[in-house]
């Protein structure tokens, strides 16, 4: 069974169709929960952009799972795999239909957002156990609405942190586009700039849209998929 373990800010496991997937795997930021070296059995790594608590400890990470592979935007997932020494563990993508990887469909979409390597993006990772939409760091913007009607999401996992990215306000408004049965709040708390409150977030949905159901994870929790 697929199951979504939080390593707190924007640093997710997710267990999808057998596989396992890390997306911007930053686990030694102040709120740490798990060393690098005990993440093990990794397939696949996805990174939604170039900013450091993104990246994050993906090349640790990488090293230690020799099978595994960096899955990113075309620029990002070459400059990663360079950094590895093989250009072979790089698969680099690009914004629009998905990427097929193994059974799994891998779909970048915009972020609003910067990047200092690739363009800023979101990512859809879909198996059969579910969809689930991280949207990386992104401020809102219309385009949520239609990446919900495309790909209709299961799960999104949004940034509610404000500053960088959206607040609770922005984010209860996109999980007002997306759609998605579930929404995780993430990208809070890291820092004392990222104020956004979950318990806010997950109050302003239940306004807005009554009929997501809003999971807070803390760092090192696992949620079951159950939708
Ligand atoms: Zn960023």
Do not use: C, Q
């Amino acid at each position: 069974m697929g199951y979504i373990k939080y390593y707190g800010h924007s640093a997710f496991e997710l267990y999808l169709d057998s596989k396992k997937i890390l997306i911007d795997p930053w686990l030694t930021h102040p709120l740490k929960v798990e060393e690098p070296s005990n993440v093990k059995d990794v397939d696949y790594v996805i990174l939604t952009h170039g900013h450091d608590d993104h990246i994050g400890d993906a090349l640790d990470i990488l090293k230690n799972n020799p099978k595994a592979k960096v899955v990113a935007i075309f620029e990002l997932a070459n400059y990663i795999a360079e950094k590895l020494g093989d250009p072979g563990r790089g698969i680099g993508a690009n914004m629009g239909g998905p990427a097929l990887l193994d059974g799994l469909k891998v779909a970048f979409v915009p972020a609003n957002h910067s990047s200092p390597i690739g363009e800023p993006t979101g990512v859809i990772v879909m198996g059969n156990e579910a969809k689930v939409y991280h949207a990386g760091d992104t401020g809102i913007m219309s385009e949520m609405e239609l990446i919900g009607k495309i790909y209709r999401p299961d799960i999104a996992l949004l940034p509610i942190g404000g500053h960088f990215t959206m607040d609770p306000v922005e984010a209860a408004y996109a999980t007002e586009l997306i759609k998605p049965k579930v929404a995780i709040p993430m990208h809070y708390k890291t820092f004392p700039v990222l104020y956004g409150n979950p318990e806010e977030f997950k109050k302003l949905v239940n306004e807005r849209v009554p009929n997501v159901k809003v999971v807070v994870l803390n760092p090192g929790d696992t949620w079951k998929i159950d939708l």
